[in-house]
């Protein structure tokens, strides 16, 4: 019988790994939910490629918000030889401010914004856009743009 005492340690452990392990360990920060005060969305994002360089191009869209002082532009940049794993979450990182103001006034810029930036060869690009407030809440995300390059 004490045998039996001292097996049950290391089966419960071995259950406790194997339930951790099932999972694909790349988990999102949390992010708040979306207030009646955040800035209203981003229109359709499109994005072109001329040779290796992108530029992604959107429309600020008015809503019950106020609107947005401008855009943070994000990236999800992972190698092509790395597996892709289209279940676990996208990690993004920030990688523009925008601002949504003509120079010198407060009044927001006319027409639609864009980014540009260089690309590398042998990545899988994945972009959104978000706007933010004055104060510094922020709306909803744009959908997203992927590509490989």
């Known amino acids: 019988m004490k045998t039996g005492r ?57 809503g019950k918000g106020p609107a947005a002082a401008g855009f943070y532009v994000y990236r999800s940049k992972t190698r092509l030889a790395d597996s892709n794993c289209p279940t676990c979450p996208v990690l993004f990182e920030r990688v523009a401010v925008i601002s949504n103001r003509k120079m010198g006034t407060d009044a927001a810029a006319p027409g639609p914004l864009e980014y540009q930036e260089p690309l590398e060869s042998g990545y899988r690009y994945i972009y959104k856009v978000t706007p933010y407030s004055q104060s510094g809440l922020t709306g909803k995300d744009s959908g997203m743009v992927a590509f490989e390059h």
């Open 6 to 62: 001292n097996i049950r340690p290391y089966i419960l452990i071995l259950l406790a790994v194997g339930f951790l392990w099932t999972g694909c360990g790349k988990k999102a920060p949390p992010r708040p939910p979306l207030r009646d005060d955040a800035p209203a969305a981003v229109g359709r994002l499109g994005k072109t490629i001329n040779g290796d360089t992108l530029r992604l191009n959107w429309n600020p869209i008015a």
